[in-house]
Every structure is written in structure tokens, then in C-alpha cells.
């Protein structure tokens, strides 16, 4: 499972606590699915088409693996607690705590992220300026948002 887009980070784990996930359900928030690296200005324009429908994000991880965040809870969350213990699949058995972004000493957070257009066209701006220019062309960029909507792009 990719981890999740944490907004709180780099907490300590604590071996001995008995409940590291406590007050948390992140990572039963969302459903992330890895996409191909976009290198074309096409591929740069279905991430556009991806993020402009609500709570979906796209994001590529420090491996340089791209995905698509759909943040949806799902169906089975009770308060912060999974309501379907014994049933829960696979996906959910694997995850491990140790694994987790929220924690300092789980996979590192994610090198890009574009939860709104402005992020996309600022990244294609200063990153790809070839496919920014492409894609000015065909769209009235003046007509977009200038500022971030959320956070900003987390890049290197
Ligand atoms: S594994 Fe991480 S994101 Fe998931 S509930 Fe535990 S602390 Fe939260
Ligand atoms: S089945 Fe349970 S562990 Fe799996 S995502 Fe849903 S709430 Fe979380």
C-alpha cells in the first residue's frame, strides 16, 4: 500500500506503545493507485483532468513512483477504529505502522504533490517549462487560479 499524504509528520514511534494508531485512520482514508511517470504534455494534461475533480490528488513518492489519491474514508471506518477487523482485506493486513509517514522513522513523504491546478502549472512551470508551454498554449492560463488553493508543491 503507498502511504498516505500525512498532514501530521514525523512523530516519534514509540516500541512500546501499545496503540501507535491511535486517535488516527489515515491511512484507511484515502485509496492511492499508482499511475505511469507522465512525461508528455498529454500525460500532464490527465493529471490535470485527475485533480480538478474533488479530493483527488496526485503525487509521486522519493522511488519516483507516481499515484492517484482518491481521498474517500472508507465504509468501514468507525470513528477512528476499523469496523470490519476480521474481514478487511489484504491491502489493510499488510500495512504496517512501522511503514507509516506519520512516524520519523517510516518511508520518506512525498516528493511531489499536486492537490489543485495552481500546483500543476507551478510545478510544469519551473519543472517542465517545455510542457508548460505547450499547455499555455492550448489553455488560457491567465483564467487560473495564481495562488495555491491548499499547500504548496513539496519539491526537492
Ligand atoms: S498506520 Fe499510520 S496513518 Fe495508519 S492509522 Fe496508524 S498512524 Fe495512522
Ligand atoms: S477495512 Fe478496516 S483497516 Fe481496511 S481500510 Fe477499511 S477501516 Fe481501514
Not at 21 to 40: G, H, L
Not at 45 to 69: A, F, M, P, T
Not at 86 to 113: I, Q, T
Amino acid at each position: 500500500m503507498p502511504d498516505p499524504v500525512i498532514p501530521e509528520r514525523n512523530k516519534k514511534l514509540d516500541k512500546k506503545d501499545p496503540n501507535p494508531c491511535s486517535n488516527c485512520s489515515y491511512c484507511c482514508e484515502y485509496v492511492a493507485i499508482e499511475i505511469d511517470k507522465p512525461e508528455t504534455a498529454r500525460d500532464f494534461d490527465n493529471i490535470y483532468w485527475y485533480i480538478i475533480h474533488k479530493d483527488v490528488w496526485v503525487y509521486s513518492d522519493h522511488e519516483n513512483d507516481w499515484y492517484i489519491q482518491f481521498n474517500s474514508p472508507c465504509e468501514k471506518l468507525e470513528g477512528h477504529l476499523c469496523g470490519n477487523y476480521f474481514n478487511r482485506p489484504m491491502m489493510c493486513r499488510d500495512y504496517s505502522v512501522k511503514h507509516c509517514s506519520r512516524y520519523g522513522d517510516g518511508d520518506p513523504e512525498e516528493k511531489v504533490l499536486f492537490k489543485n491546478e495552481v500546483d500543476l502549472f507551478q510545478y510544469l512551470k519551473k519543472k517542465r517549462p517545455a510542457v508548460f508551454e505547450k499547455m499555455k498554449k492550448r489553455l488560457d492560463l491567465k483564467k487560473a487560479p495564481k495562488e495555491p488553493l491548499s499547500s504548496p508543491i513539496l519539491t526537492p
